[in-house]
């Protein structure tokens, strides 16, 4: 079956960097999705990664291992805004994005 | 302002009423979905549909129906609503459903309760 694993909730400082990891196992792979989500709103695009490697945009990368079926968001000089949902979604041989549950980000002072 | 627009932002439905939730887009996107969110669970896809008069089931599509008749619309129907049907739906559209992988964009929510 499809599958996508990443854990339910993290702690970190602000000021402090974080990596939120995401394991998939999906029918045929078409590329990976990090999406935020602030409570009670939509979620919101972050990063898109398709070949192995890290993606560096600002405060946030995202890191692609195909061979492993894993990626990571790295979150760096966390602020007080960051504190949110994070969703990892790969999609599948017919391009239909598979969810995880997403990640609870907790930001402390 | 462009974007993804949905309505209602929250309802609540006696069990067994029929209820539609509506979607509009002004992007010119030709793929849309319709999700539900559950606590402790992904996102789950509903409907999709790739073009205008194209529609398909999604993971879990069972007591929902859509239709796509232009571009713009992507209406979902709870034909008869039941408690297990109590969840947040977004709907979302992408540029693209096949070739280079676009992000989606999403609407602000319907947060449906159904009693």
């Known amino acids: 079956g499809q599958n996508i694993d990443q854990p339910t909730e993290m702690t970190a400082t602000e000021g402090a960097i974080v990596q939120i990891n995401c394991t998939y196992q999906t029918s045929g792979f078409n590329g990976l999705f990090w999406y935020q989500q602030h409570a009670g709103e939509a979620p919101t695009f972050l990063s898109y990664?398709?070949l192995d490697g890290l993606e560096e945009k600002g405060r946030f990368s995202s890191f692609l291992s195909r061979s492993k079926g894993y990626s990571y968001l790295l979150l760096k000089e966390l602020q007080m805004k960051d504190s949110a949902s994070y969703l990892c979604a790969a999609m599948d041989s017919n391009y239909q994005l598979i969810w995880g549950a997403g990640t609870k980000l907790i930001i402390k002072p | 302002i462009a974007g993804i627009t949905q309505a209602p932002t929250s309802q609540i439905l006696a069990a067994g009423r029929r209820m539609t939730l509506r979607c509009t887009q002004d992007m010119r996107h030709n793929a849309m979905y319709w999700y539900r969110q559950d606590l402790g669970l992904g996102l789950r896809l509903i409907h999709y549909?790739?073009?205008?008069?194209?529609?398909g089931k999604g993971e879990v599509p069972d007591g929902y129906s859509v239709s796509r008749a232009n571009t713009d619309d992507f209406p979902l129907t709870l034909a008869s609503a039941v408690p297990s049907q109590t969840s947040v739906y977004f709907c979302a559209s992408s540029d693209s459903n096949t070739g280079a992988s676009t992000e989606a964009f999403f609407g602000q929510g319907t947060r449906l309760t159904v009693v």
């Open positions: 990664n398709v």
């Open positions: 549909s790739n073009t205008a008069g194209t529609t």
